[in-house]
């Protein structure tokens, strides 16, 4: 059965949700709302998307701001995709409205719109994780099981979404750790016993003590993570990313340490931090990065804005000209999908632009091949671009 897309101007729709649609335009819009039910749905997709939206924050840091870089150019008055020195560069505007939306075809043999089927084999992520216990003992968690133990006078709590560890009067005498491992497709969040919080990304571990005990805060990561560090002044945190150490009182900061990456790169928000590697080391300011390279230790510095680097915990992507390669891993995480390339030139390929984290994925494979620079080919859990 042939089809044949028939989309309505995505300028019009901009109007109609921002209240500047002319008579004319109108007209057009309601016309087209009434040939069919599909497009009442679509209509409807988009005012919610940006009314509200899936958030998997539990914080009050508010990275509304940064995601409204993104989102409030659905006001312009266009929507489109251009070239820029050579690579194809997508406007804000273009990445969050294409994602809201679901893909309307036309069907000659039926003569009237519809939705196409949603790719069902390729999911977003949801809340989930395994746990070591100190002695070994390992306990699944997800959206269908919760959790409720003591171990040495340590209460440990999990709904399922998230878990959190409260001290009892009984202090331990020696650090027993526990192990939280985020698998691909998954995510989490983590209250430590001294009350910081901490956002778990896909394919991430976090290795970190029961209780607290002795003069420092210390934990282990591999992947990524967004801390919260409760304020001890006479016990400084530390996160260790195999060769870079931070040190923090109390503060908000990201880190991004996945082992396939050549840089560790550490992103502030509040407060201040040191982050050191074999060779030196740099403190950062708020909305400050560091980026430590793997092999030679060296630490980089630069001015960003550090809440772009934290959407991904809101709900959010956010990619400020990226490469196809660099979102693709993203993507990898996120969806636990395997990405291969048929066409090299595709990797140099770069984007910028945002879209909700649960989006499906057939939607973000619409948007990538609107550029008409990259093709997707899916098989299961299989991505191919070409």
Do not use: C
């Not at 899936?54 to 409204?68: G, L, M, R």
């Not at 409205?97 to 390729?122: A, C, F, G």
């Not at 990313?241 to 900061?253: A, E, H, K, P, W």
């Not at 490469?323 to 595709?346: G, H, Q």
Request: net charge negative.
């Amino acid at each position: 059965m042939t089809k044949i897309k028939q989309i309505i101007d995505f300028e019009i729709l901009q109007k109609k949700i921002n209240n500047t649609i002319s008579v004319e335009e109108d007209l057009i819009f309601k016309n087209w709302l009434e040939d069919d039910q599909a497009n009442l749905t679509y209509f409807e997709n988009a005012q919610k998307y940006y009314q509200d939206g899936s958030h998997f924050d539990q914080n009050s840091i508010d990275n509304e701001k940064a995601w409204s870089n993104v989102s409030t150019h659905l006001t312009t008055k266009s929507v489109y995709w251009k070239k820029v020195s050579g690579f194809v560069m997508a406007t804000a505007a273009a990445v969050a409205l294409l994602l809201i939306s679901y893909r309307v075809v036309y069907n000659p043999d039926q003569n009237h719109t519809e939705v196409v089927d949603q790719q069902q084999e390729i999911v977003p992520g949801k809340a989930k994780a395994i746990l070591t216990l100190s002695d070994g003992t390992r306990q699944s968690l997800n959206e269908e099981q919760s959790l409720e133990t003591e171990i040495d006078g340590t209460k440990i709590l999990s709904d399922g979404k998230s878990i959190s560890y409260a001290n009892q009067a009984k202090a331990l005498a020696e650090l027993k750790y526990n192990l939280l491992d985020i698998p691909k497709g998954g995510e989490y969040f983590l209250q430590l016993s001294d009350g910081t919080k901490v956002w778990l990304n896909a394919e991430t571990t976090l290795k970190y003590p029961v209780q607290f005990i002795g003069d420092n805060r210390t934990v282990e990561l591999v992947g990524e993570a967004y801390f919260e560090v409760a304020h001890d002044k006479n016990k400084p945190f530390y996160v260790k990313s195999d060769d870079q150490t931070i040190r923090v009182l109390g503060t908000s900061f990201n880190v991004s340490s996945y082992p396939n990456d050549e840089d560790i790169i550490t992103t502030l928000l509040e407060g201040s931090v040191s982050v050191s590697g074999s060779n030196n080391e740099s403190v950062l300011a708020p909305n400050e990065q560091s980026r430590m390279n793997r092999i030679s230790g060296e630490i980089g510095r630069r001015v960003v804005e550090g809440q772009e680097f934290v959407l991904w915990k809101s709900g959010k992507f956010y990619f400020q000209n990226k490469s196809m390669v660099e979102i693709m891993k993203i993507l990898e995480r996120w969806y636990d999908i395997e990405v291969f390339y048929d066409n090299e030139a595709v990797k140099n390929v770069k984007l910028t632009g945002g879209f909700q984290r649960y989006e499906d994925f057939e939607k973000v494979k619409m948007l990538i091949e609107t550029t008409e620079t990259v093709k997707m080919m899916v098989k299961g859990k299989t991505v191919i671009l070409k």
